[in-house]
């Protein structure tokens, strides 16, 4: 392990000489590569879909590895949108003189060496390799044993671009030991990794939390609510809930619990019943739910519960205290949305939650990278310190302080 990281740290006085314009290029070849090398990537996907059936893999996580031929060309764009984007290192963030004539630059720099602990998604892979290589970091990656044919074929597919470039390998890493004792020694290797960003199950989430010596920054669960306000339009309200909960249900940006304003309970939810019905969405309400639908009773561990499934619990509340006073609770600081018509009750709702992300009137599967213009995220931090949200190439930036003199001495 250590030697694996010395050479990955090494590495980083290379990619510190890297143009902007040849990180551009580079990454434009990565792009063209992974579109080239479609068959390749497919077939060792193949492979580990045909391991997670025989270990029987849930259907969340079987939608999360799965890759086919439009997730491929996602992947690849999402390479050639992050390519695009303006360098985030060498920017001027502050500047000024101060009256002793000392000129001072606030710079943004790379962080370094940034270790990612992911599971499943092996577009990841793609996405967390670019982002770091376009923001000059080295990136150490960790997958899930479950995708490890495909996140090998895919990284192995990057570094090819990488030699071709005369670029060292070793800035874009796979680490080869998918054991949890490997993820052990990975986050205590503070004098090689700069930077850790576990993305993955609530468990993978504490275990780095509380052992890391390196800095953590959390890609954590996210248990994100969609609250039916009694002045929304109901029209509206039941298309943004249903896309919240179904359109892809495990990933983190899905409502997990809808929580509807009392004063609406026994006209809306009814609706809200028949529009789930379609899907097959297993629905768990509170007992003030169950007195207009039939469903699940819903226990007080289901609202703390990332599900990752279609499975949705409903909660009654009174207004929109009530829904921040649950969301402030049992939220995961993630995403949440309002849906209604009345400007004040958005504003103070949008004010008074506690998350990354607010919205009114919209789905919450919004909170992504590439939706925000970034073209992937390495993760979607619910940290308050460093980066927020969906985190981009920007987020993947420090900043230094450059002082220029004339001979000043200080007295």
Not at 332 to 343: D, L
């Amino acid at each position: 392990m250590e030697e694996f990281l010395k050479k990955a740290k090494e590495s980083a006085s290379v990619l510190s000489t890297v143009t902007g314009e040849k990180k551009k290029r580079v990454l434009k070849e990565m792009a063209e590569a992974i579109l080239k090398n479609e068959e390749r990537i497919l077939s060792a996907n193949e492979i580990d879909m045909e391991n997670a059936r025989k270990n029987g893999l849930s259907s969340a996580m079987m939608d999360r590895l799965l890759l086919n031929r439009k997730r491929v060309m996602d992947m690849a764009d999402s390479v050639a949108q992050i390519a695009a984007l303006k360098d985030p290192v060498g920017r001027v963030l502050e500047g000024w003189i101060l009256d002793n004539g000392l000129k001072i630059e606030k710079v943004s720099v790379p962080i370094g060496v940034i270790g990612i602990i992911y599971e499943s998604r092996p577009n990841v892979t793609s996405d967390t390799a670019a982002l770091c290589f376009k923001s000059s970091n080295v990136c150490i990656l960790k997958g899930g044993s479950e995708a490890k044919n495909s996140n090998e074929a895919i990284a192995a597919i990057l570094r090819e671009v990488l030699l071709a470039n005369s670029l060292p390998a070793e800035l874009i890493s796979l680490l080869p030991d998918y054991s949890r004792e490997g993820v052990a020694e990975l986050i205590k290797m503070d004098r090689y990794v700069d930077l850790i960003i576990p993305r993955g199950g609530e468990a993978l989430i504490r275990y780095v939390s509380e052992n890391a010596t390196v800095p953590v920054v959390k890609h954590d669960k996210g248990v994100c609510h969609t609250y039916i306000d009694k002045e929304a339009d109901f029209e509206k309200a039941i298309r943004i809930a249903v896309n919240a909960k179904v359109q892809r249900p495990g990933v983190c940006n899905a409502m997990e619990t809808l929580l509807v304003d009392e004063a609406i309970k026994s006209e809306i939810l009814p609706r809200i019943y028949e529009a789930f019905k379609p899907h097959e969405t297993l629905l768990k309400g509170c007992p003030k739910t169950l007195e207009s639908i039939n469903v699940e009773k819903a226990t007080e561990e289901d609202f703390d519960t990332e599900y990752l499934d279609n499975i949705l619990s409903i909660k009654v509340v009174d207004g929109v205290e009530g829904a921040i006073e649950h969301i402030n609770r049992y939220g995961s600081g993630h995403s949440e949305t309002i849906v209604t018509q009345n400007y004040s009750t958005a504003e103070k709702f949008m004010n008074s939650i506690d998350a990354a992300c607010v919205y009114l009137n919209a789905s919450t599967r919004f909170t992504d990278g590439g939706v925000f213009g970034f073209g992937a995220e390495v993760g979607i931090s619910t940290n308050k310190l460093h980066a927020r949200g969906p985190m981009g190439i920007n987020d993947l930036t420090t900043y230094k302080y450059k002082i220029y003199g004339e001979g000043q001495i200080r007295e």
